[in-house]
C-alpha cells in the first residue's frame, strides 16, 4: 500500500481491523513524502499517536530517508502544536496532549538515529 494522505487514520484502521503493518519503508518525490506499508493479516497491537503518525517502529526499514522524514514531522507537529496551544476551543485539550506525545517521541527517534548516524 501507499497512501497519498491520511497515513495515520489509515494505519489506525488497518491495525484495528485484523491487519498488521510489516514494513514501511519511504519514498519522497519533490516535497512530498510516501510511505509504502507492507501489510498482512494478522493481530497487532493498538498504536500510540506517534506510531499512528510514523508507523509503528518496529516496522520500519533503516533507510537513509527515516531521519529527514522523522525531522519533517517533527516540523509538522510543531506548528500543529503551536496552533493548537493558541486555540481556545473545548476540543483542543486532548488534541495537545497527543501533539505533545508525538513531538516527544519524534525527538528521542530523531536523537537516537542522529547519534547511531555519529558513530
Not at 519522497?28 to 493481530?43: C, F, I, M, Q, S
Not at 526499514?61 to 514531522?73: G, K, N, Q, S, V
Request: glycine share 6%; proline share 8%; hydrophobic share 35%.
Amino acid at each position: 500500500m501507499q497512501p497519498q494522505s491520511g497515513q495515520p487514520r489509515l494505519r489506525r484502521w488497518l491495525t484495528t481491523h485484523g491487519y498488521e503493518i510489516r514494513l514501511e519503508c519511504l519514498a519522497k518525490e519533490a516535497h512530498r513524502w510516501y510511505p509504502v506499508l507492507l501489510v498482512r493479516g494478522g493481530n497487532s497491537a493498538p498504536l500510540s499517536a506517534p506510531e499512528a503518525l510514523t508507523g509503528p517502529e518496529r516496522a520500519w526499514r533503516e533507510e537513509p530517508l527515516r531521519l529527514p522524514y522523522l525531522r519533517f514531522l517533527r516540523r509538522q507537529c510543531s506548528r500543529q502544536l503551536e496552533a493548537v496551544l493558541r486555540s481556545e476551543k473545548e476540543a483542543d485539550p486532548p488534541r495537545r496532549a497527543e501533539l505533545a506525545e508525538c513531538a516527544a517521541a519524534l525527538d528521542r527517534w530523531i536523537q537516537a538515529r542522529e547519534e547511531g548516524a555519529s558513530t
